[in-house]
């Protein structure tokens, strides 16, 4: 049975760049695209306004949420993909978590306007990757136009890599993730749902894997700052789990270029940096270690503000152990 895709769709432009990206990975996946659009009509308190809204106020917003589903669903079927549509009235961050119960794949824009629309990061993109049934991906709102930040974070060479490339930017060398899909693992994890649904992307794009890992001794207390033996000895230790990583997807990826690279710098700085060149940056909603705290952590919230390649977001709970999906 054909996978399903649910696409978020408020007739923004950022929703625009969601569905064209939905509509490549069921091209790729031979998946279904089922179209979501929530709609509210604000209430008024009429004993403290005499604003009057016409009696087919809702039929009338039911209509253009009508009219730009149809010419979404459009152009999907024009693209060759099987494509259903949902217009229901409701908050649209619970309705698109209650349709993730039966689909493999959300995409929602990081922005957008009306009921999909808010703040920095949209009310939507920041509850699905938090709360979904079903992994989900995030597209920013000027994708495939991949627009670098005026200042780009600084970001220093790997500490440990395989296979590590470098391009000159801002005068500096930056590392360079061109063509590959960026999965933040835990580098002392051998085997995780984040490496494995990365590699599963990876393999279905036919684009290397690189795994990115974050020691963070830059966080340790200033009362015991390691010495240049200790972060020899933590650095191989991690390059050594990565090996042992690249090694338990080989059974299933035996065709997989599986690359690595191990920071000792922020997480968010470094994966937020790893997006300016990455073709995908696949998260975690939870972790340990230098990569999310909360329900949504804070390097989660920070990646996928600042993103500038689409992100997709695994769910993962504390401490869950490694699964194959």
């Not at 569905?19 to 659009?37: P, V």
């Not at 669903?73 to 993909?81: I, L, M």
């Not at 995409?107 to 079903?134: E, K």
Request: charged share 20%; with cysteine.
């Amino acid at each position: 049975m054909s996978h399903t895709i649910i696409v978020g769709i408020d007739g923004s432009d950022n929703a625009q760049c969601a569905l064209k990206w939905a509509i490549s990975h069921a091209q790729k996946t031979d998946s279904q695209i089922r179209l979501i659009s929530a709609y509210t009509v604000p209430g008024v308190n009429m004993s403290q306004a005499d604003i009057v809204y016409p009696a087919d106020f809702d039929a009338a917003v039911k209509k253009t949420i009508e009219d730009t589903a149809e010419a979404a669903a459009a152009s999907v079927t024009e693209a060759g993909v099987p494509v259903s549509t949902t217009i229901v009235p409701g908050d649209a961050s619970g309705v698109m978590v209650e349709h993730s119960k039966t689909a493999d794949l959300a995409v929602v824009g990081a922005r957008g306007r009306g009921g999909f629309a808010g703040r920095l990061l949209g009310s939507v993109a920041l509850a699905m990757p938090a709360h979904s049934h079903c992994p989900t991906v995030v597209i920013p709102s000027t994708w495939p136009t991949r627009v670098m930040p005026d200042a780009p974070l600084p970001i220093d060479l790997p500490v440990r890599a395989s296979g590590a490339r470098t391009a000159e930017a801002d005068g500096r060398d930056r590392p360079d993730f061109s063509g590959e899909i960026v999965a933040a693992v835990d580098p002392f994890e051998t085997d995780t749902p984040v490496l494995r649904a990365a590699a599963a992307q990876a393999a279905i794009y036919g684009t290397p894997l690189r795994l990115v890992g974050v020691t963070a001794t830059h966080i340790l207390a200033p009362e015991w700052m390691p010495s240049e033996d200790h972060l020899v000895k933590m650095y191989d230790e991690a390059a050594k789990s990565f090996d042992a990583a690249v090694e338990s997807l080989r059974a299933d990826f035996p065709d997989l270029e599986v690359r690595y690279s191990i920071f000792d710098a922020p997480a968010t700085e470094v994966l937020v940096s790893a997006t300016y060149t990455a073709d995908l940056a696949v998260i975690g909603s939870r972790g340990r270690g230098g990569f999310v705290s909360t329900i949504l952590g804070s390097t989660s919230q920070g990646v996928l503000s600042h993103a500038v390649c689409p992100v997709r977001v695994v769910r993962v709970t504390r401490r869950q152990p490694g699964r194959r999906r």
